[in-house]
Structures are given as C-alpha cells and as structure tokens.
C-alpha cells in the first residue's frame, strides 16, 4: 500500500481529473457511437468502468458499488494523477470523493439523467447505506488478501 503521502497526492489529482471528464448528458457508449461532444472525450478506462458496472447492476446495488471499488483502484494505480490531495485530508477521501465523482458521472452516463439528479441519487440514505455496506466489504476483502500475502 502507498504511504499517506502518496495516497493524498493521488487522491487529489483524481480528483482534478475527475472534474475534467465532462459527460454531461451523453448516452450510454452503445448507443451514442459518436462521443465527439466539445467536452474531453471519456477515456476508454472509465466507459469499460461504466459497462462493467452496469452489467454488475443489473444483478445487484451491492455488486454495482464492488465493481466500482474494485475497477476504480485498479485506475488509480494506472492514473495516479487522478486523486485530488489539495482538497482532502488524506487518500481514502481523495479516493472516495474520486468514487462519488465517478458515481455521479456513472449515473448521468447510465440514465442519461442531469447532474442534479445524480448527485440526488448519491445522496439518497439507502445509497449512502449501501455504498458505506460496500466500502466496508471491499476494505475486508482487501485485508484478507494482504493477510494471506497475496
């Protein structure tokens, strides 16, 4: 695991490059093959995230928010650049800000829905309940693997 330091310096420049994927309003990939919006265009890593998420929603909200874990650490170690230090404390919250950002986006991509409605969704009680239930179970998965010494 990166030291803290490390940890708060991705977290912020995810962060910053989180604001600059701008998906505002744009279909699902399948459907809009042209992605030529003036925006940045959505890098190839966060539509495979998307699909992927998508795919897991439909089984569940639990299995959604795991694959967002688990797609989204392997990101960061890619893009590290991706993590906003200068507006957290720390990595974890750069990562779950980098996480919220992403849901946010992930919905307005999924649902074709407004900004304002996906950032409602993420703040719905039973999505904060079941996002914190995930967090929690991704955080037990990844300390039995350091257990094992994998």
């Known amino acids: 695991m990166a030291s803290l330091n490390k940890q708060q310096k991705r977290a912020k420049r995810a962060k910053i490059k989180a604001k600059q994927i701008n998906i505002h309003g744009r279909k699902p990939a399948e459907l809009d093959d ?12 966060t539509l495979a995230m998307f699909s992927k998420m998508r795919e897991a929603e439909a089984v569940s909200r639990n299995d959604m928010l795991q694959t967002l874990l688990s797609e989204l650490a392997t990101i960061i170690t890619e893009h590290p650049d991706l993590l906003d230090m200068e507006n957290s404390d720390n990595e974890d919250m750069a990562a779950t800000h980098l996480a919220a950002d992403m849901l946010i986006d992930y919905r307005m991509w999924a649902e074709g ?11 719905e009680p039973q999505f904060i309940t079941d996002f914190g239930n995930a967090l929690d179970q991704y955080r037990q998965a990844l300390d039995a693997q350091e257990e094992k010494g994998e």
């Open 34 to 45: 042209d992605l030529g919006d003036p925006g940045e265009p959505i890098p190839e890593y």
């Open 113 to 123: 829905v407004d900004r304002e409605s996906a950032q409602a969704w993420l703040t």
